[in-house]
C-alpha cells in the first residue's frame, strides 16, 4: 500500500519561501508522473504542479508559474515544491499523490502566508 508524507508547511510571511517535501513509500515511485496538489478552505482540491518521471518535464497552475518548483529525487522517493514569493491566496494544505491523484491521500501539510 502507497504512504505519502508530506512535511515542509507552514506560517510564513507574504513575499516568504517554503520547500515542501513528499516521501513515498510503498511503490516503485520513479516510474510514475507526480504532482502537487492544494485545497483551500471551503474550495475543492487543485491542482498546482506535475512532474514527469525522469524529471525533464514539469507543467504548473498559471498562477504560480515563476514563482513554484517542482523537482524529484528518485533515489529517495521524494518530491519538493519549492514554492517563492508566496502570496496570502496561496494559503491551502498541500498535497502529493500520482499526477492522476490515484493513490490514496496523505494527511497533507498546512501553508499558511499572512498578508
Known amino acids: 500500500q502507497v504512504q505519502l508524507v508530506e512535511s515542509g508547511g507552514g506560517l510564513v510571511q507574504a513575499g516568504g519561501s517554503l520547500r515542501l517535501s513528499c516521501a513515498v513509500s510503498?511503490?516503485?515511485?520513479?516510474?510514475?508522473?507526480m504532482g502537487w496538489f492544494r485545497q483551500a478552505p471551503g474550495k475543492e482540491r487543485e491542482f498546482v504542479a506535475r512532474?514527469?518521471?525522469?524529471?525533464?518535464?514539469?507543467y504548473y497552475l498559471d498562477s504560480v508559474k515563476g514563482r513554484f518548483t517542482i523537482s524529484r529525487d528518485n533515489a529517495k522517493n521524494t518530491v519538493y515544491l519549492q514554492m517563492n514569493s508566496l502570496k496570502p491566496e496561496d494559503t491551502a494544505a498541500y498535497y502529493c499523490?500520482?499526477?492522476?491523484?490515484?493513490?490514496?491521500w496523505g494527511q497533507g501539510t498546512q501553508v499558511t502566508v499572512s498578508s
Open positions: 499523490n500520482r499526477a492522476d491523484g490515484a493513490w490514496s
Open positions: 510503498g511503490r516503485t515511485f520513479s516510474a510514475y508522473t
Open positions: 512532474i514527469f518521471s525522469s524529471g525533464s518535464t514539469t
